[in-house]
């Protein structure tokens, strides 16, 4: 079982995290989730990595989770006759529908829909924003832009429209083929890419069908103003400074960042920061001392995960960077003003049953002498409610089903264990002691918590605490017959 921190890894596989060895010193590092994105390569080359993952997950004896990223509707302009033209501040370009190649004065934009949503004054950017464009006029099927920031264009340039909500869903025709190949693979969690809406999420809700659980990236000004409606309808988030640093002024995105974590954790759904964490480890052994700093800052506002994309699918030094983040995690979750932090942030809502024992299982373990807070969870909502509360000692995750740890393997703190199906809660104790004391985490006569929800095998009915002793005698007492 991996212990050495909380605070979880997500890394994304790709050419240079591909091979059985590779993905496998990766989860030995730190990593406890791996992403997919579905952006690159095929089907069979994310097959073939979910293969591996699962095989390694059984060696290691331990859940693995696995994210697959689907691309989303990405807006890109069209291709040019005569290779790359500079944009001089000044000029005037127009983006229309033509089919034609296009010229250092027009180049196809392959949405007719977008076209007619724009409007004068609206802003374009090319580029990751390298370009900007202000559209100053619209005609049938076109609309007429000025250069304010110039530079070279080039064939399928990406394109962000920072001042308009898209008239597109957030999954195109390649989306919901790769939702379903997704689905029927086993993946833990699917996420969603340029989400505007909370219909956004419903949609994929409705095709996912309980198969997977559901992630919002946010990355469009859109999604920020809609957070409160996409939080209630989303299983988790993803920061994704990427695009949103492109379409926002970048010095919004440290209190966005904040704003959303702090969202997040309120009503416990967990929460990643991605985006070029230790960029320069591409192709770099070391980070630098901004990275370092943001891996850390992130952690310090209360995130569940943090992320790696480029760093550990197509760079030099994956293992380096996963073992950077983790080491960089572990610091962090050592030093006092993080502790302070995460309860000084803690939300006090008890509005249930649920989530009245949630707080009440981390009080009795901060006043008492308890080693571990085990929860027996059939859905993972008992586990998500005890990791929302930080809770200073180790957090154990028991289940009968594989889907439900491997899902929890996102969630801050939580250690999942597969146990037997239990009817009574004298036997889901039993469960608890027999696994603390396989993982070292108690010895005899040390004090656990045990929470559950009675009767079993019903998701969210959590009622019950129980402090309990590891001793042999509570394993013998369990034993049927």
């Not at 990766?26 to 406890?32: C, E, I, K, Q, Y």
């Not at 409007?119 to 090319?126: D, N, P, Q, S």
């Not at 920061?239 to 002024?249: F, K, P």
Request: charged share 25%; aromatic share 4%; with cysteine.
């Amino acid at each position: 079982m991996h212990e050495l921190k909380s605070v979880k890894i997500v890394a994304t596989l790709g050419p240079a995290s591909s091979s059985r060895e590779v993905i496998r010193e990766l989860a030995l590092a730190g990593v406890d989730v791996f992403r997919l994105n579905m952006s690159h390569g095929t089907q069979a080359d994310q097959a073939a990595r979910y293969e591996l993952i699962r095989e390694i997950e059984y060696e290691l004896e331990r859940p693995i989770g696995v994210l697959a990223d689907l691309q989303g509707p990405k807006i890109r302009c069209g291709v040019f006759a005569n290779g790359p033209h500079d944009l001089p501040v000044g000029a005037t370009f127009t983006l229309d529908s033509d089919d034609a190649p296009g010229s250092a004065s027009r180049v196809r934009l392959p949405h007719p829909e977008i076209l007619d949503t724009l409007k004068e004054g609206a802003t374009v950017l090319v580029n990751d924003g390298k370009i900007r464009l202000r559209v100053t006029g619209t005609r049938d099927g076109a609309v007429d832009t000025v250069v304010e920031v110039g530079g070279a264009i080039s064939d399928r340039k990406g394109i962000n429209l920072p001042d308009v909500t898209l008239p597109l869903t957030a999954l195109t025709e390649k989306d919901i083929k790769d939702l379903e190949f997704a689905c029927e693979l086993g993946v833990d969690w699917i996420a969603l890419s340029f989400v505007q809406r909370a219909e956004d999420v419903e949609e994929a809700k409705q095709r996912i069908d309980g198969r997977a659980g559901v992630m919002v990236k946010v990355e469009k000004p859109a999604a920020v103003n809609n957070f409160d409606a996409i939080l209630e309808a989303t299983d988790a988030v993803m920061v994704a400074r990427g695009d949103l640093g492109v379409e926002m002024q970048v010095s919004e995105l440290p209190p966005i960042q904040k704003k959303l974590i702090n969202a997040c954790r309120a009503v416990g759904k967990p929460v990643i920061v991605a985006t070029q964490m230790l960029e320069s480890m591409i192709t770099s052994p070391v980070p630098t001392r901004a990275e370092v700093s943001d891996v850390a800052g992130a952690i310090y506002d209360g995130a569940d995960a943090v992320m790696l994309s480029a760093e550990s699918a197509a760079g030099d030094f994956p293992i380096e960077a996963v073992k950077t983040m983790d080491q960089v995690a572990r610091r962090v979750e050592r030093d006092p003003v993080y502790r302070s932090l995460m309860e000084a942030s803690r939300t006090s809502d008890k509005t249930s049953i649920a989530t009245a024992i949630a707080a009440a299982a981390r009080e009795v373990a901060e006043t008492t002498e308890i080693r571990a807070i085990c929860c027996f969870t059939q859905s993972g909502s008992t586990g998500m409610l005890a990791s929302r509360e930080r809770p200073r000692v180790p957090l154990i995750a028991l289940t009968p089903l594989i889907s439900t740890a491997r899902r929890l393997t996102l969630f801050w703190g939580i250690r999942s264990a597969i146990v037997d199906p239990v009817e009574r809660f004298k036997l889901a104790v039993v469960s608890a002691v027999r696994v603390t004391r396989s993982l070292g985490i108690t010895e005899e006569n040390d004090r656990i918590v045990v929470t559950a929800g009675v009767p079993f095998n019903q998701p969210g009915s959590t009622n019950i605490l129980r402090v309990a002793l590891a001793n042999e005698r509570a394993i013998f007492e369990g034993e049927p017959g």
